[in-house]
């Protein structure tokens, strides 16, 4: 196989983790005889300083012409500080999303038995879960009107969905859950919201075609506390684009940390993957960050893009085995981690590597 990989490391530790899900790319390569062309390029506050841009066109070209995207993150504190910014680095991550059609974001909730001490909650709650993910991601109030009076006593932020918005990322979770245990349950907040109503008219006109597949529907409040009270009973989730971002990113606690926890950003072309943690300017650049979700969604390409499954269990097992030998970062080690079992970015990447190999 010969695919042309774009690698765009964005920001603060999305630098280092994507050196590591490279790596494990040119590995599988070398392994399994196939032949995987990298190319690189800038985006998010990275970009903002050498162009003024945060999505350059340059970019934007090459990610149009690749056959998958390894991404790192995106942000910078300084922007978090000034909500006044025109010019900030989510806007490229949003356009970039736009223009390549990735309306569904997956994030699979992969649970090692090495780290069921590292979460917060209880292990006894925790065993067994294995969730997948699928929000929506190019409506909802991340791409609705926004407005602020002139005198910034008021602001205003329009929630819109359309029909086929739903429809489409609607499907994909029905597959997906055809393929797991044929439960799905869908989040939306239909008591009080116009948009989540028809949210959940359009997914109930879906479910009649995917008869074999147990649908639930579940207000988002009571969805975030079922997440962390009895995560087992979910399967597949399907939700919108703000109720998505909030559970996936609690969800995280249930891997022990964010820097476990993989993504993917498809549509119908050029899918885009990613860690879901973010860019983590306190730690950038010092050799802590966690390089497992980057190399987890390295995975998740060689399955979901390439249909490279063989190639995808290898890489997910190599993660599982270094945790097995007791290798920790920071992030998911706990009191009883033997302080020379803790390492670094680059060391945590290459004991990976070396079960790889």
Same mark, same amino acid.
């Given at each position: 196989?010969?695919?042309?990989? $774009?690698?765009?490391?964005?920001?603060?530790?999305?630098?280092?983790?994507?050196?590591w899900g490279k790596q494990? #790319?040119?590995?599988?390569?070398?392994?399994?005889?196939?032949?995987?062309?990298?190319?690189?390029?800038?985006?998010?506050?990275?970009?903002?300083?050498?162009?003024?841009?945060? $999505?350059?066109?340059?970019?934007?070209?090459?990610?149009?012409?690749?056959?998958?995207?390894?991404?790192?993150?995106?942000?910078? %504190?300084?922007?978090?500080?000034?909500?006044?910014?025109?010019?900030?680095?989510?806007?490229?991550?949003?356009?970039?999303?736009?223009?390549?059609?990735?309306?569904?974001?997956?994030?699979?909730?992969?649970? *090692?038995?090495?780290?069921?001490?590292?979460?917060?909650?209880?292990?006894?709650?925790?065993?067994?879960?294995?969730?997948?993910?699928?929000?929506?991601? @190019?409506?909802?109030?991340?791409?609705?009107?926004?407005?602020?009076?002139?005198?910034?006593? *008021?602001?205003?932020?329009?929630?819109?969905?359309?029909?086929?918005?739903?429809?489409?990322?609607?499907?994909?979770?029905?597959?997906?859950?055809?393929?797991?245990?044929?439960?799905?349950?869908?989040?939306?907040?239909?008591?009080?919201?116009?948009?989540?109503?028809?949210?959940?008219?359009?997914?109930?006109?879906?479910?009649?075609?995917?008869?074999?597949v147990e649908t639930e529907?579940?207000?988002?409040?009571?969805a975030a506390m079922q $997440?962390?009270?009895?995560?087992?009973?979910?399967?597949?989730? #399907?939700?919108?684009?703000?109720?998505?971002?909030?559970?996936?990113?609690?969800?995280?606690?249930?891997?022990?940390?964010?820097?476990?926890?993989?993504?993917?950003?498809?549509?119908?072309?050029?899918?885009?993957?990613?860690?879901?943690?973010?860019?983590?300017?306190?730690?950038?650049?010092?050799?802590?960050?966690?390089?497992?979700?980057?190399?987890?969604?390295?995975?998740?390409?060689?399955?979901?893009?390439?249909?490279?499954?063989?190639?995808?269990?290898?890489?997910?097992?190599?993660?599982?085995? @270094?945790?097995?030998?007791?290798?920790?970062?920071?992030?998911? %080690?706990? %009191?009883? @981690?033997?302080?020379?079992?803790? $390492?670094? @970015?680059?060391?945590?990447?290459?004991?990976?590597?070396?079960?790889?190999?």
């Amino acid at each position: 196989m010969n695919k042309n990989i $774009l690698i765009i490391p964005g920001d603060g530790i999305g630098q280092e983790v994507t050196t590591w899900g490279k790596q494990v #790319l040119e590995t599988i390569a070398a392994k399994y005889g196939h032949e995987f062309s990298f190319d690189e390029a800038i985006m998010g506050h990275t970009a903002i300083e050498a162009t003024g841009n945060p $999505l350059p066109d340059e970019t934007l070209e090459k990610a149009k012409t690749a056959d998958a995207i390894l991404f790192g993150a995106i942000g910078h %504190a300084k922007y978090d500080n000034d909500p006044s910014a025109k010019v900030r680095p989510e806007q490229g991550l949003l356009k970039i999303r736009k223009e390549l059609g990735l309306y569904a974001n997956l994030r699979p909730i992969l649970l *090692f038995d090495e780290l069921l001490e590292a979460s917060s909650l209880k292990p006894e709650i925790l065993q067994g879960t294995d969730i997948l993910f699928f929000r929506e991601l @190019t409506g909802d109030v991340y791409f609705g009107e926004k407005t602020r009076s002139d005198d910034n006593t *008021f602001a205003s932020d329009l929630m819109n969905y359309h029909r086929y918005e739903v429809e489409r990322i609607a499907r994909k979770a029905y597959d997906a859950a055809r393929t797991r245990n044929k439960k799905l349950c869908s989040v939306d907040k239909a008591n009080v919201l116009e948009t989540s109503r028809l949210w959940r008219d359009v997914v109930q006109e879906i479910a009649r075609e995917y008869p074999d597949v147990e649908t639930e529907h579940m207000f988002i409040d009571n969805a975030a506390m079922q $997440l962390v009270k009895n995560p087992k009973k979910f399967d597949v989730v #399907l939700t919108a684009n703000l109720f998505g971002d909030i559970l996936t990113d609690e969800a995280s606690q249930i891997a022990g940390s964010m820097g476990m926890l993989a993504s993917a950003s498809i549509g119908d072309g050029t899918g885009f993957f990613e860690p879901i943690h973010g860019s983590a300017h306190d730690i950038a650049g010092q050799n802590k960050a966690n390089p497992l979700a980057s190399i987890l969604s390295a995975a998740l390409m060689l399955d979901i893009a390439f249909g490279l499954q063989e190639e995808a269990k290898t890489v997910t097992e190599a993660v599982a085995d @270094t945790l097995k030998a007791g290798w920790r970062t920071g992030d998911i %080690a706990n %009191a009883e @981690t033997p302080a020379t079992h803790i $390492l670094g @970015t680059n060391e945590m990447g290459a004991k990976v590597l070396e079960c790889l190999r």
